[in-house]
């Protein structure tokens, strides 16, 4: 079975950073996409960033620049480090997990419980 648990989400002033942690587990990493995604009250959930299992790193152009995916096989986790935040940046933050490497999150199949990013003024 597979599982995702997101961690390191807080509350941060715009312009500042902050990074987050997927540790994921039951499934081979070669095998899956993995990926964040993010989501605020009243819109529908977006792609942020995306990985693919040869390494191949999609971001979405909101956050190009300023937001760096990486991820760990050894440790089957994923980072996302978020620098020059802005208040369009708050939301929920999830990690996911599936066979399609989109930034479209319904080809994914896999999901974790999210992590909350805020960013105030």
């Known amino acids: 079975q597979v599982q995702l648990v997101e961690s390191g989400g807080g509350s941060v002033q715009a312009g500042g950073s902050l990074g987050l942690s997927c540790a994921a587990s039951?499934?081979?990493?070669?095998?899956?996409?993995v990926g964040w995604f993010r989501q605020t009250p009243g819109k529908e959930r977006e792609g942020v960033a995306v990985?693919?299992?040869?390494?191949?790193?999609t971001y979405a152009g909101s956050v190009k620049g300023r937001f760096t995916l990486s991820k760990d096989n050894a440790k089957n986790s994923l980072y996302l480090q978020m620098n020059s935040l802005n208040t369009e940046d708050t939301g929920m933050y999830y990690c996911?997990?599936?066979?399609?490497?989109?930034?479209?999150?319904?080809?994914?199949?896999?999901w974790g419980q999210g992590t909350q990013v805020t960013v105030s003024s």
């Open positions: 990985i693919s299992p040869s390494g191949i790193i």
């Open positions: 996911a997990a599936g066979r399609s490497c989109q930034l479209v999150p319904r080809v994914w199949t896999y």
């Open positions: 039951g499934y081979t990493s070669s095998d899956y996409c």
